[in-house]
T-cell receptor
Framework: LAKTTQPISMDSYEGQEVNITCSHN???????ITWYQQFPSQGPRFIIQ???TKVTNEVASLFIPADRKSSTLSLPRVSLSDTAVYYC????????????FGAGTRLFVKA | NAGVTQTPKFRILKIGQSMTLQCTQD?????MYWYRQDPGMGLKLIYY???????DKGEVPNGYNVSRSTTEDFPLRLELAAPSQTSVYFC?????????????FGPGTRLTVL
């Protein structure tokens, strides 16, 4: 399973765009990159998943460079309610879908 | 669909006691997981299952046991509870589908061992 490295914490202000980068230097060919969000006292919830280039949905964008050794989660115009922990996961189905969460990035959005 | 449900929500155990954390999902997912989350930390995988009758260890399996007799249920058993098992426990199931695979988490069980 590829190891991931993320910043421990980030601060932002309401209305700003936030970019959280995840490093995964030993990503395998079959690996996908998935991001989850966790609010206090709740289980994580899926945000976005991608394999290469750019993926966008209604809440975020995921940018993956050609070498796939890193990825960037982009949250447009954050609000106070985006204060949460964000986890980057890398994996595929060859390991029986065994998933490893790292420590995540704590995002604090200020007014 | 109720999704993933967990019981109990809270529990206090004495050292040496045992208990079973219940987890049920109604989405017919084959893959299920148990995680623990210590205060201020990320999630650590305890056990996972790829289908009824099949389970495997995760990162931190010591002190725990699981079984998977049905697709819906994936109970986690704590034998001889220790203070180090004080944590929040999350159960999850995995949907395999296009365009992406996604884990669905239960609300968690907050366990304190005194």
């Amino acid at each position: 399973l590829a190891k991931t490295t993320q910043p421990i914490s980030m601060d932002s202000y309401e209305g700003q765009e936030v970019n959280i980068t995840c490093s995964h230097n030993n990503i395998a060919t079959n690996d996908y990159i998935t991001w989850y969000q966790q609010f206090p006292s709740q289980g994580p919830r899926f945000i976005i998943q991608g394999y290469k280039t750019k993926v966008t949905n209604e809440v975020a964008s995921l940018f993956i460079p050609a070498d796939r050794k890193s990825s960037t989660l982009s949250l447009p115009r954050v609000s106070l309610s985006d204060t949460a922990v964000y986890y980057c996961l890398v994996g595929d189905d060859t390991g029986g879908f065994k998933t490893i969460f790292g420590a995540g990035t704590r995002l604090f959005v200020k007014a | 669909n109720a999704g993933v449900t967990q019981t109990p929500k809270f529990r206090i155990l004495k050292i040496g006691q045992s208990m079973t954390l219940q987890c049920t999902q109604d989405m017919n997912h084959n893959y299920m997981y148990w995680y623990r989350q210590d205060p201020g930390m990320g999630l650590k995988l305890i056990y996972y299952s790829v289908g009824a009758g099949i389970t495997d260890k995760g990162e931190v399996p010591n002190g725990y046991n699981v079984s998977r007799s049905t697709t819906e249920d994936f109970p986690l058993r704590l034998e001889l509870a220790a203070p180090s098992q004080t944590s929040v426990y999350f159960c999850a199931s995995l949907r395999l589908a296009e365009p992406h695979n996604e884990q669905f988490f239960g609300p968690g069980t907050r366990l304190t061992v005194l």
